[in-house]
């Protein structure tokens, strides 16, 4: 996927303020922050949204919530307390199309999601 914004990411032929990474996600700060802590996190591999995923992704999907609670940790709002978002498909919301989590905190989060 040589035209997707996070796969070159992922590549690193553009660059974003890394913050974790392993062998297979990749979180970076988001360039349009909606709160405090505003963190992405998302696979190496290119998933075009979270409706692409299987049963055999499972193991990746548990990967990336994880990853999201030590992008929490990293950032000090495991405490306090975050919230997690997939905005997944038009009218989730999505603008980028490669599965990516959410990682929001540093002020409390309201509901319902607008
Ligand atoms: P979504 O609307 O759920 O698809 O979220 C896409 C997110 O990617 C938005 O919050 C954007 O601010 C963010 N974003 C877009 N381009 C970049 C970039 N180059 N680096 C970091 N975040 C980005
Ligand atoms: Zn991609």
Request: aromatic share 8%; charged share 15%.
């Amino acid at each position: 996927m040589s035209e997707c914004l996070f796969c070159k990411i992922v590549a690193r032929t553009i660059p974003a303020a890394l913050v974790y990474e392993d062998e297979q996600v990749v979180a970076f700060d988001d360039i349009n922050p909606q709160a405090p802590i505003h963190t992405l996190v998302i696979p190496r591999t290119h998933f075009a949204s979270m409706a692409e995923l299987q049963d055999a992704d499972v193991t990746l999907l548990g990967r990336l919530m994880l990853a999201g609670n030590k992008v929490a940790s990293l950032k000090g709002i495991a405490d306090a307390g975050y919230r997690f978002v997939v905005n997944t498909g038009i009218h989730g919301g999505q603008s980028v199309f490669h599965l990516h989590l959410h990682v929001l905190g540093g002020r409390h989060m309201g509901w319902p999601p607008g």
